[in-house]
């Protein structure tokens, strides 16, 4: 029998099987042919029955699918097709079922694989300023998030993500970007877009989310390499190392002065969730990528979802600066006098990978 998943006959392959055979054993059969996730349930391939000669490529584009011809998976290969099966013609046509919004978060992205020769200094960025007044575990987090429930209507197909090895922290941010942001893009519409633009915010975050114009939430990235001392603490014991409290700071700093209240910190297959309250900072424990309850994805979605609807808290008097730098030192401090106009050029060159 010949297969084809998608619109075009250079996707077909050929599938060998009884005809006493269940539509359920050669959806098995299917599934070892095709791209699918690693956590992939046979019972979501959907097969119908077709008769499109191979020389008509453009059938494919504009085909109907018809629910009577849906091979049911309790019923036998021989119960559709009891005549000879008709040469050079497609006879089965594969599709993934469609998921809904609450169903395609939970996709695990693919974990990031560091080469031999990535960097893995734990140096990151030194940065100044009021220091949170406490730090605190945002402790029922995760439960906010499993208890709260996307749209349910079936039309997203199933997530496609990239596999990277990794040298630096700018591969970190690239493989992100592809399997996180621009998915979450793809997903919530233009509601809340996820982007590395330049923008009027002050600091140089990694990734913005934006309401339309309006900033509502800022991501750090980190190699795996600047948390590894951190094991299995909570980030409030982590804070008590000088370590803990720069990649704090920093954060910190840039929710902060954009007077934002939620924030994002991550390194990929690590991240954190943090809320500001003016002075007063809480974060989550850490989410596994691998974690199902609650998943990543639901996760950045849900967070974004608070933002949109209160994006903001007062803003502490605070600045980003890099270690060593006395000139920024100076600018910086008479820029806290002139009203606190943006420090952003401060910060432009002071990332330390």
């Not at 119908?48 to 490529?57: A, L, N, S, T």
Request: proline share 5%.
């Amino acid at each position: 029998m010949i297969c084809i998943k998608g619109n075009t006959l250079a996707n077909a392959f050929p599938v060998h099987i009884d005809g006493n055979s269940l539509v359920s054993d050669i959806k098995k059969v299917i599934r070892e042919e095709i791209d699918v996730p690693a956590n992939f349930k046979v019972k979501d391939l959907k097969v119908w029955k077709v008769k499109i000669p191979d020389d008509q490529d453009d059938l494919l584009s504009n085909f109907t699918l018809n629910d009577r011809d849906e091979l049911l998976a309790t019923r036998e290969i021989g119960d559709y097709w009891i005549e000879k099966l008709p040469k050079r013609h497609i006879h089965i046509i594969v599709k993934l079922s469609l998921l809904s919004l609450e169903e395609v978060l939970l996709c695990i992205p693919p974990p990031i694989i560091y080469s031999p020769d990535c960097v893995t200094s734990k140096t990151t960025t030194k940065a100044v300023g009021d220091p949170p007044t406490s730090v605190q575990l945002w402790g029922d987090f995760f439960e906010q998030v499993n208890s709260f429930h996307f749209d349910q209507q079936p039309i997203f197909e199933r997530l496609k993500f990239v596999m990277k090895e990794v040298v630096d922290e700018e591969d970190v941010r690239s493989v992100l970007d592809f399997n996180i942001c621009q998915i979450l893009n793809k997903l919530m519409g233009l509601d809340c877009i996820y982007s590395r633009r330049p923008t009027e915010a002050i600091g140089i975050t990694d990734f913005k989310c934006h309401l339309a114009k309006l900033l509502i939430l800022v991501i750090e990235v980190k190699r795996k390499h600047v948390l590894e001392d951190m094991g299995e603490e909570t980030f409030p014991k982590f804070y008590q190392m000088r370590k803990g409290k720069d990649v704090v700071q920093q954060i910190y700093n840039y929710m902060g002065e954009n007077e934002l209240r939620y924030g994002i910190l991550t390194t990929y297959d690590n991240h954190w969730f943090l809320r500001r309250e003016h002075t007063d900072l809480w974060i989550s424990e850490i989410l596994l990528l691998q974690s199902e309850l609650p998943s990543v994805l639901k996760a950045y979605a849900y967070l974004a979802q608070r933002a949109k609807e209160n994006p903001n808290s007062p803003k502490p008097q605070i600045f980003v600066l890099a270690q060593g730098n006395n000139n920024s030192l100076n600018n910086c401090l008479q820029t806290l006098l002139l009203n606190r106009t943006t420090i952003a050029s401060q910060t432009s060159s002071s990332r330390v990978y």
